[in-house]
């Protein structure tokens, strides 16, 4: 409970998602759609250990200050003809490409053996032990070729074939994209 009661442990975040698209009729037949949307994340995270804390005991005190600030954007894009034939043969087929990025950055700074809990996490210089701050950044990107064919007819009997293709620039040189085809029946 002294544990609970004594540690400070906030995290502050800030989060924007945002999304648009647009929808245009080329023919009557045919549609196209594009989209895009953000996903922006700041966090905050501070951190005290008192040394009455079982984890701060050791330490004789512990403080840490980090943030972490992401952002993800994903675009859409994709045409879809659909076609009638003599009322009874409706068709369905679509093709796309998206492509999604995603960056993000972390710092932490830390310390340890504070002669006194006055100043908390608000000032590490006052911790007798700096601790080796830490930085990170990470970026990937995946792309997507997508494509599907529906018939039906009489909206009765149905075939579905689709496939995509997605690449990943987080997997290894030599096996960056994966092909996932897939067919459906259904009466």
Do not use: C, M
Request: proline share 3%; charged share 10%; glycine share 8%.
């Amino acid at each position: 409970l002294q544990d609970i009661l004594q540690t400070t442990n906030k995290s502050l975040v800030n989060r924007v998602l945002g999304n648009f698209s647009a929808e245009y009729r080329l023919l009557p037949d045919l549609t196209l759609k594009s989209s895009i949307g953000v996903d922006q994340i700041n966090t905050k995270q501070n951190l005290y250990e008192p040394s009455t804390t079982s984890a701060g005991y050791a330490l004789q005190g512990y403080a840490s200050v980090g943030t972490v600030t992401a952002t993800s954007w994903l675009n859409e894009n994709t045409v879809v003809w659909a076609p009638t034939v003599g009322g009874a043969h409706f068709f369905n087929v679509l093709a796309g490409y998206t492509t999604q990025v995603t960056n993000d950055q972390e710092a932490v700074a830390s310390a340890e053996k504070f002669p006194n809990d006055l100043t908390s996490f608000n000032n590490l210089s006052y911790g007798a032990v700096s601790v080796l701050p830490s930085s990170n950044a990470h970026k990937s990107v995946i792309n997507s070729f997508l494509g599907r064919v529906t018939y039906s007819y009489q909206h009765k009997y149905n075939v579905t074939i689709s496939g995509r293709a997605d690449g990943s620039s987080v997997l290894g040189a030599n096996h960056k994209w994966g092909y996932f085809p897939s067919i459906g029946l259904s009466w």
